[in-house]
């Protein structure tokens, strides 16, 4: 029997707890007894700790009477990960990872283990949204900003939310084989394996900042007029300045290249389309500057691991 252990603390995100666990206690259906999960809570607190969305949870047992010796522990996302640190929660999960066959968080859950100085030298991942935040957190963890989850030796981190169910699933597959993994997403009514990653969900290009400046002036101009051919003499141009002194300011004040820029905004642009809009394939490569569909379809296959019709059927 394996053991598996969710940390709860003030604010947590109660979906992150729950569904993990949910596909946990599924799979039990298929297992026999002696290879069944032996599924528990640990609270930071003791009494009912209240998650994000004001549901009241008390945990089975207090961290000071909390078995360290877990086969696979978890730790959930939430406000309370990234907002507050909970200094006995840090020290705790410091020695019980060391005695965990595995460890891991869901979606900014990352963010626990990082302030415990346990994602230093590995791979690791959280929801797109706060990737950035935890490659400026933790600058010695590598941050995979795509991946709906990320294993890398004994710690294992999912992208926002519902990625701590693909999270699960995997942890099952591994342990039981994917037989029985497959029979308990039947059961979820969720896919073993998602098409594309996180790029998926999240915008690729930035909000463009609300102060003017040549940059600004350019990034709009480009986001008005995205179905005009642009090269970055043309945008340059636009700016006043040299080609080579454009891109080296547009890279410094946006973090990418101005034609990342242009190829990030396009596909937004087709995205918004897609979801919104009953358009045809070609309308919308051309209203978004791809110049036909065939351009559109590879580079939404390269960036979003999708074609435009599988972001149509998933996102509409």
Same mark, same amino acid.
């Given at each position: 029997?394996?053991?598996?252990?969710?940390?709860?603390?003030?604010?947590?995100?109660?979906?992150?707890?729950?569904?993990?666990?949910?596909?946990?206690?599924?799979?039990?259906?298929?297992?026999?007894?002696?290879?069944?999960?032996?599924?528990?809570?640990?609270?930071?607190?003791?009494?009912?700790?209240?998650?994000?969305?004001?549901?009241?949870?008390?945990?089975?047992?207090?961290?000071?009477?909390?078995?360290?010796?877990?086969?696979?522990?978890?730790?959930?996302?939430?406000?309370?990960?990234?907002?507050?640190?909970?200094?006995?929660?840090?020290?705790?999960?410091?020695?019980?990872?060391?005695?965990a066959g595995r460890y891991g968080s869901i979606c900014t859950g990352a963010f626990v283990l990082g302030h415990a100085g346990l994602l230093d030298g590995y791979r690791v991942t959280t929801h797109w949204h706060y990737t950035e935040r935890l490659i400026k957190g933790f600058p010695k963890a590598t941050v995979e900003?795509?991946?709906?989850?990320?294993?890398?030796?004994?710690?294992?981190?999912?992208?926002?939310?519902?990625?701590?169910?693909?999270?699960?699933?995997?942890?099952?597959?591994?342990? !039981?084989?994917?037989?029985?993994?497959?029979?308990?997403?039947?059961?979820?009514?969720?896919?073993?394996?998602?098409?594309?990653?996180?790029?998926?969900?999240?915008?690729?290009?930035?909000?463009?900042?609300? !102060?003017?400046?040549?940059?600004?002036?350019?990034?709009?101009?480009?986001?008005? !007029?995205?179905?005009?051919?642009?090269?970055?003499?043309?945008?340059?141009?636009?700016?006043?300045?040299?080609?080579?002194?454009?891109?080296?300011?547009?890279?410094?004040?946006?973090?990418?290249?101005?034609?990342?820029?242009?190829?990030?905004?396009?596909?937004?642009?087709?995205?918004?389309?897609?979801?919104?809009?009953?358009?045809?394939?070609?309308?919308?490569?051309?209203?978004?500057g791809f110049g036909s569909v065939r351009h559109m379809r590879f580079l939404f296959s390269e960036k979003l691991g999708l074609t435009p019709s599988q972001y149509r059927?998933?996102?509409?």
């Amino acid at each position: 029997m394996k053991t598996v252990a969710m940390v709860l603390f003030p604010d947590f995100l109660l979906l992150d707890m729950a569904g993990p666990m949910e596909v946990f206690s599924i799979a039990n259906r298929y297992l026999a007894q002696d290879q069944r999960y032996e599924l528990s809570t640990i609270g930071t607190e003791h009494g009912a700790l209240r998650a994000s969305n004001g549901v009241n949870i008390t945990a089975d047992v207090h961290i000071d009477q909390a078995s360290d010796r877990y086969d696979l522990l978890l730790v959930p996302g939430g406000p309370g990960a990234y907002n507050e640190k909970h200094p006995p929660l840090l020290d705790w999960l410091r020695g019980a990872s060391r005695r965990a066959g595995r460890y891991g968080s869901i979606c900014t859950g990352a963010f626990v283990l990082g302030h415990a100085g346990l994602l230093d030298g590995y791979r690791v991942t959280t929801h797109w949204h706060y990737t950035e935040r935890l490659i400026k957190g933790f600058p010695k963890a590598t941050v995979e900003t795509d991946q709906i989850y990320v294993q890398d030796r004994n710690l294992i981190t999912s992208g926002g939310v519902t990625a701590g169910i693909d999270l699960a699933l995997a942890v099952v597959a591994e342990d !039981h084989g994917k037989k029985v993994a497959q029979d308990v997403a039947k059961v979820l009514l969720v896919v073993m394996k998602r098409q594309g990653g996180q790029a998926q969900f999240s915008p690729l290009m930035a909000a463009v900042a609300p !102060h003017e400046t040549a940059i600004t002036r350019v990034q709009n101009h480009v986001l008005e !007029h995205l179905d005009k051919p642009f090269s970055i003499d043309c945008m340059a141009s636009l700016a006043a300045m040299s080609p080579r002194h454009f891109a080296r300011v547009f890279a410094r004040d946006v973090n990418m290249t101005p034609m990342e820029f242009l190829q990030s905004a396009r596909i937004d642009n087709a995205r918004n389309l897609l979801e919104t809009s009953e358009l045809p394939l070609k309308t919308i490569a051309f209203k978004s500057g791809f110049g036909s569909v065939r351009h559109m379809r590879f580079l939404f296959s390269e960036k979003l691991g999708l074609t435009p019709s599988q972001y149509r059927e998933q996102f509409s």
